[in-house]
C-alpha cells in the first residue's frame, strides 16, 4: 500500500466493518472524516480521539498535544486529558526525551489538559520517534463532521500548509537554507508551530457551525473532501480566498509541495448557515485569528 491514508473504499471494506461488539452508547464511530467517537454518557457526551505523530522530531511533543486535541476541539467539546505514548529507536539519548516531554507539559498546560497516562519505550520497531496520543473530553453537545448543509458557508482559519511549513523550518531547517530559503522566513515560519491549536475558534463557533473539521494529512483539499463525502453533499470553494501565509507558500514551493495538500493542523474548517456568519466574524476578529470565507455547500449533482 502506498504511503499516507488508507483510501477510502479500502478502509470500509477492511476497517470500518471491524468494529468489534455493537454498544447503543456509541452515537458516533469510525467513519470517513468523523474526527472523534462520541459515546453517550446519558446527558453529557464524551469525545475520544487517538492519533500518531511522526512527521516531526523538533516539535514531536507540541504536536503529540495540539492535533489529538484539535480532534475533540472540534466537536465542540473542551478536551480535558490526554494518555500518551511515546517510542524511541535505541539511539536515542534523555536529551531529546528530556525536550519532548518539555513540549509535551507547556502544551498541555497552555490547552489546559492533564496527561493522565500513557507509555515511554526505547524499540527496534520504530526509526525515528513517533508518539501515539489519546484525547478525551467531555461536553454537553457535540458537532458532526457531517453536519455541512447546502447553503452554509465554508470558512477556514489560518493559513494552509502551515503545519508543513512549521516542521521543514525546524528540522529541514539545513535544507531550506540549501534551498534558498532566508532566515526570516524559516523564523516566521517556525513561529507557526505555536498556531497549531484550533481550540479557541472551534469552541468560540461551537454553537453556530453545522460542522467542523480538522485538516491534518491531506491537508485543505483533502479535509473539506472529508465534510463533503462525510455530509453528502458537494462543496465549491474559490481557490483565491483560500489562505497561504508567504513563508508557507516560499517553503512548500521549495520543497515541490502543494500547500493545499500538506498537513494543515492549526486551521479549522468549519460550515455555517449564512444568518450565522456575521456573528462568526464577530467573533474570530475578537480572538485575532485570521479566517476566510473561502466557499460554499451545494447539493450533490445528480445525473440524468
Not at 61 to 73: M, R
Not at 131 to 139: E, H, L, S
Not at 192 to 198: C, G, T
Not at 219 to 228: F, K, Y
Amino acid at each position: 500500500m502506498k504511503i499516507g491514508k488508507i483510501p477510502p473504499d479500502v478502509l470500509e471494506r477492511l476497517v470500518f466493518n471491524r468494529r468489534g461488539a455493537p454498544r447503543r452508547e456509541v452515537l458516533v464511530g469510525p467513519a470517513i472524516g468523523e474526527d472523534a467517537a462520541i459515546i453517550d454518557l446519558g446527558g453529557y457526551y464524551l469525545a475520544i480521539h487517538t492519533d500518531p505523530i511522526s512527521g516531526s522530531i523538533k516539535l514531536l511533543g507540541y504536536l503529540a498535544v495540539y492535533v489529538p486535541t484539535n480532534d475533540i476541539a472540534v466537536r465542540g467539546i473542551p478536551p480535558m486529558w490526554l494518555s500518551i505514548a511515546l517510542l524511541f529507536p535505541p539511539e536515542t539519548d534523555e536529551t531529546l526525551l528530556d525536550e519532548v516531554t518539555k513540549q509535551i507539559d507547556l502544551a498541555a498546560r497552555e490547552v489546559n489538559v492533564a496527561i493522565v497516562g500513557g507509555h515511554t519505550e526505547v524499540t527496534s520497531a520504530v526509526g525515528r520517534p513517533v508518539a501515539i496520543a489519546t484525547a478525551i473530553g467531555v461536553g454537553r453537545r457535540y458537532i458532526s463532521t457531517s453536519g455541512a448543509k447546502p447553503g452554509d458557508v465554508v470558512f477556514m482559519t489560518k493559513s494552509a500548509g502551515q503545519e508543513t511549513a512549521s516542521i521543514l523550518a525546524t528540522d529541514f531547517e539545513n535544507e531550506a537554507l540549501k534551498k534558498g530559503i532566508n532566515k526570516e522566513v524559516l523564523d516566521r515560519a517556525k513561529e507557526l508551530a505555536k498556531a497549531v491549536s484550533v481550540l479557541r475558534e472551534a469552541l468560540a463557533l461551537a454553537d453556530l457551525a453545522t460542522s467542523m473539521h480538522d485538516p491534518t494529512e491531506g491537508g485543505i483539499a483533502n479535509g473539506l473532501a472529508e465534510i463533503a463525502y462525510a455530509s453528502g453533499v458537494s462543496i465549491e470553494v474559490d481557490p483565491s480566498k483560500v489562505i497561504v501565509y508567504r513563508e508557507v507558500e516560499e517553503l512548500c514551493s521549495a520543497f515541490g509541495i502543494d500547500p493545499l495538500e500538506t498537513l494543515s493542523s492549526g486551521v479549522l474548517l468549519a460550515t455555517l448557515p449564512p444568518d450565522s456568519v456575521q456573528e462568526a466574524e464577530e467573533r474570530l476578529k475578537k480572538l485575532g485569528i485570521p479566517y476566510s470565507q473561502i466557499g460554499r455547500v451545494t447539493p450533490v449533482a445528480t445525473s440524468l
